[in-house]
Every structure is written in structure tokens, then in C-alpha cells.
């Protein structure tokens, strides 16, 4: 696909697998890849499990998509957001989709856009199965939008037999091999790394990375908190303060020294 300055995308929502509190925020972030020229929301809004989503979709201009579930334990809503994804790649309406899920089902889904050339960005919680992360070119953790993350609490399991099973938070990757893999594919022959390419390989190599997962703002600011970096400033070259961050790995630098 072409770059595109500013790419048109289609933010799909599985209201039933999404939280309505934090859609602001997830508008605001997808701003940063591109325009959302669309923005659907699919559930029953029969039902009042979906009570929490009317404001929001009012003041967010999402358009809600109605899906009844006509059969108990299928889930229609996740046919009818696929069946419309489908209709919007083959009309070449959007440079790229923004996927808001937790769930596997739409593994398939992502791997079929990015195969017709089109980006895929993925929105979910910490439990998101990892092949649905995989199958994104990005995959943004929804905990990291939130003004206020939320604590988890603890409390006692209810002895009802009906209780529902925990949900298991996939732990972040460690960020460490992330960083040395992907400096040692984009370093010089002298071992500096640009820090532009490095954070573009950490991506290629784990969509779901994110310096906010690890606490940070900003790619620089983790990497000089990394005692195993070298971390060089090159200026621009156009006589101003600006300056390009480099990074080396401190056992390259041993050898090369």
C-alpha cells in the first residue's frame, strides 16, 4: 500500500467484548495513525448489558449496529462486524481498520486485511489471546488509554458453582530481549542503532509493545532507564538543538571497543 500521510480507517467495535468508559481515549489514540472515517459499534442494543454505550455513541458519532442473537451461545455480533469489515476492504473505502476486541474470533479477520495490504490496528485488554495480537500490525492494550488505571482488587471467589471463571492477564513481554533483538537488526556495523528504527523492529516483532505498557511516555525516555544501553545524541544537522537518539548495546560496545 502507498504511504498516505494521513490514511483513512474504519474503527470496528465488539461492543459486547469492549468497554464503553474508555472509547474517548481509544478515538483519541486511533487520531494518531489516522482519520476514523468510520466508526461502528455492533451489539444487541436490546439488551441492557449495552445501557453504558448510549452516551458515548451519541458524543463519539459512532454509528451503532444492531444484531439480535438469534441463537443462544453463538455469537452474531462478531459475524455481523465481520461481514461488514469485509464489505468496507472490497469497496476500498479505508486505508486501514482498528479492530476493538478482546476476542480471538477476529484472528482471521486481521490476517485477511493485512493480506490485502491494508493495516491492521488492534484495541483490547490485557487478555486478548495472543494470536489475535499477533495477527495485528499493532495491537494497543486499552489499560494504557485509561486516565485512571484501574487497580485490580482482591477479593474472595464466591462459593457458587455458577461463578465465572478469572480471566488470566497476559503478562508484558520481557522488555529486555525485545530491545537487543531489535538493536542487533537495525545496528551499524560500530553498533548504534538509530531509535526511530528500533522502536518500528520492536513493533514488527511484538505488535502489542507500547513504551506506556512499561510505564513511559515516550521510546527515549525507557531506553535511558536501560543500564545495558549507551544512549548517543546526534544532532540533526540543521543548526538547531534537535537531535537524533542513538542507542548501542553496552556488551557491543566492549567488543567493538
Known amino acids: 500500500m502507498a504511504a ?12 459486547d467484548n469492549a468497554q464503553a468508559a474508555v472509547i474517548q481515549e481509544l478515538l483519541a489514540e486511533v487520531s494518531r495513525y489516522g482519520t ?27 454509528q451503532p449496529i444492531q444484531q439480535f ?17 469485509m464489505d468496507v476492504l472490497h469497496d476500498n473505502a479505508v486505508d486501514g481498520f482498528c479492530l476493538v476486541s478482546s476476542d480471538s474470533d ?31 500490525d499493532k495491537f494497543i492494550y486499552t489499560e494504557i488509554l485509561r486516565t485512571k488505571p484501574q487497580e485490580p482488587k482482591a477479593e474472595a471467589m464466591p462459593a457458587s458453582t455458577n461463578a465465572k471463571p478469572v480471566v488470566e492477564t497476559a503478562e508484558l513481554p520481557a522488555l529486555r530481549p525485545m530491545i537487543e533483538t531489535a538493536v542487533d537488526a537495525v545496528a551499524r556495523d560500530d553498533g548504534w542503532a538509530p531509535l526511530g528504527p528500533v522502536g518500528s523492529q520492536m513493533n514488527k516483532n511484538n505488535p502489542s509493545f507500547d513504551p506506556r505498557n512499561y510505564g513511559f511516555a515516550q521510546l527515549g525516555k525507557l531506553m535511558r532507564k536501560q543500564d545495558y544501553l549507551e544512549i548517543k ?22 567488543k567493538a571497543g
Do not use: Q
Not at 542507542?247 to 557491543?252: G, L, N, P, S
Open 106 to 136: 477476529f484472528t482471521r479477520l486481521a490476517t485477511r486485511i493485512r493480506e490485502a495490504g491494508l493495516l491492521v490496528y488492534g484495541f483490547g485488554e490485557r487478555k486478548t489471546p495472543e494470536p489475535f495480537v499477533a495477527a495485528c
Open 4 to 15: 498516505n500521510t494521513n490514511p483513512k480507517l474504519a474503527v470496528l467495535i465488539d461492543a
Open 233 to 254: 545524541e546526534v544532532p540533526i544537522g540543521d543548526g538547531s538543538t534537535n537531535v537524533h537518539l542513538h542507542v548501542r548495546c553496552k556488551a557491543t560496545s566492549a
Open 36 to 62: 476514523a472515517t468510520i466508526k461502528r459499534a455492533y451489539g444487541d442494543w436490546t439488551t441492557t448489558n449495552l445501557r453504558g454505550w448510549k452516551d458515548v455513541l451519541h458524543k463519539m458519532a459512532i
Open 69 to 85: 442473537s438469534y441463537t443462544t451461545g453463538k455469537n452474531a455480533t462478531d459475524s455481523a462486524l465481520i461481514i461488514d469489515a
